[in-house]
Nanobody, 127 residues
Framework: QLQLVESGGGLMQPGGSLNLSCVVSGSMSDYHTIGWFRRAPGKDREGVASIFTYDHSTHYADFVKGRFTSSRDSAKNIVFLQMNALRPENTALYYC????????????????????WGQGTQVTVSS
């Protein structure tokens, strides 16, 4: 049974950076996808970024391209979301989730392909 725990959120000024961590307990293989999703006030949960564990290729939503980067520490089963140049509109509860690669490959930012979720970490961007 895989479990995921997010951390690293908090309050940050606009333009600042945060590094979110997703610690995976259990046997995460090289053929999974780790996704990052957000739920902003008044919005549905939406995809932010994802990383394929077999080749570390990544996908990003348009609203974070050039500012956010996902990476993986394979030895420690940790996936990161480095968030730079934060904006107030990035304020949301951020979740990580895991999917089997064959399910998530075609649509890596689609929440329906992910079966196990963490509880989220709050990111608030405000001056």
């Amino acid at each position: 049974q895989l479990q995921l725990v997010e951390s690293g959120g908090g309050l940050m000024q606009p333009g600042g950076s945060l590094n979110l961590s997703c610690v995976v307990s259990g046997s995460m293989s090289d053929y999974h996808t780790i996704g990052w999703f957000r739920r902003a006030p008044g919005k549905d949960r939406e995809g932010v970024a994802s990383i394929f564990t077999y080749d570390h290729s990544t996908h990003y939503a348009d609203f974070v391209k050039g500012r956010f980067t996902s990476s993986r520490d394979s030895a420690k089963n940790i996936v990161f979301l480095q968030m730079n140049a934060l904006r107030p509109e990035n304020t949301a509860l951020y979740y990580c989730a895991i999917a089997r690669l064959p399910i998530a490959r075609a649509a890596p930012l689609y929440k329906g392909g992910y079966g196990r979720w963490g509880q989220g970490t709050q990111v608030t961007v405000s001056s």
